[in-house]
């Protein structure tokens, strides 16, 4: 999966080894002004890196179904499959990234018969420290799984195109094959930014809403709290992050970015020279139109196209 300033590209491999690429228009559902927005841009890359994992995974499954003889089910169009999806994901995020922490730290507080109030900062370390246990236990028993190891597989793969290309080398399997999986702006490093920033922004805003105040009424309340201050927490955690990533050879830097590469360890794995072929494609495709759309304006519409080989691609987009 790849985006650029005006196209999205997803690249999938068939059973058979033909890739199958599905482009379109990259329209983001925010004002574009926001993206320039110091604090406010990280929102709306958030949700939009959402709705383009989601639409990559729908296009990734119907091929599957195709393999596998299952048809496309025709009654459900795209858009409100996608909408479902995000609705579902969004109300998951909720859960078992808000909710689920401070019923564990309250509930933690219990069992040690020392009830922790919203003014302990105590609380919200606990509830910090099991909300990034909850995302390295999810992600590590995705992991063992063959198809979750297989999707880390294609992160890397990703992860190593975008540093050729930073590198300014040709695309190719074997300039990508000697980078790192791990990215300064990967996703994942971003998820443990906002868990950070999280923990300090609701230490310092809700005791000031619910000063000295425990019981499940207060737990119910933080959680509805909670859930508005994502925005800045993660406006915060993306500049942050931009940050780190603009001074990566800093010590400081890398520092601070090293605890997301060690979670990187586990959402990103060595490839296999298919997956790269993959993930050079759908950069390739995404850096063609983007140069085209500058000479002849962005694409209009969606475009399915297949290509039985990775050198067939090669051969109609001028090399790699």
């Known amino acids: 999966m790849m985006r650029s300033p005006n196209s999205f590209a997803v690249a999938v491999r068939r059973k058979a080894g033909e890739i199958v690429i599905c482009e379109q228009p990259w329209r983001g559902t925010w004002a574009s002004r926001a993206l320039k927005v110091p604090f406010v841009r990280g929102a709306v890359v958030l949700v939009e890196s959402m709705q383009n994992g989601l639409s990559a995974l729908r296009f990734s499954a119907e091929q599957f179904e ?30 078992f990234f808000i909710a689920l922490p401070k019923l564990l730290a309250a ?16 609380f919200h370390l606990v509830a910090g420290a099991c909300k990034l246990g909850l995302f390295v236990g999810y992600v590590y028993l995705l992991r063992k799984t063959r ?15 975008i540093a050729t290309y930073e590198a300014g080398e040709a695309l190719t399997v074997e300039n990508a094959r000697r980078h790192s999986t791990r990215h300064a702006r990967c996703g994942t490093t971003f998820m443990l930014v906002v868990v950070i920033v999280s923990v300090a922004v609701f230490a310092l805003v809700l005791p000031l809403l619910l000063p000295n105040s425990s019981g499940l009424g207060t737990l119910l309340a933080s959680i509805v709290i909670s859930i508005p201050l994502m925005i800045p927490i993660a406006g915060v955690a993306y500049e ?8 990566v050879d800093h010590p400081l830097a890398r520092a601070f970015l090293g605890p997301g590469y060690l979670i990187q360890g586990l959402t990103t794995a060595e490839p296999s020279e298919d997956q790269l072929e993959i993930a050079l494609v759908a950069l390739r495709l995404a850096l063609t139109r983007e140069a085209e759309a500058e000479a002849r304006g962005p694409v ?21």
């Open 66 to 95: 195709l393999d596998y003889g299952e048809p496309v089910k025709e009654d459900a169009p795209p858009s409100r499959t996608s909408e479902a999806l995000g609705r579902a994901a969004f109300l998951g995020a909720i859960l």
């Open 107 to 122: 509930l933690l507080g219990w069992l040690l018969n020392h009830p922790l109030t919203m003014g302990d900062p105590r």
């Open 147 to 161: 198809d979750g190891l297989r999707l880390f597989q294609f992160h890397g793969a990703e992860h190593k195109a």
């Open 240 to 247: 942050l992050q931009r940050l780190g990533a603009r001074f």
């Open 300 to 320: 209009t519409a969606p475009q399915v196209q297949t290509f039985p080989t990775f050198a067939a691609f090669a051969a109609q987009y001028g090399g790699l």
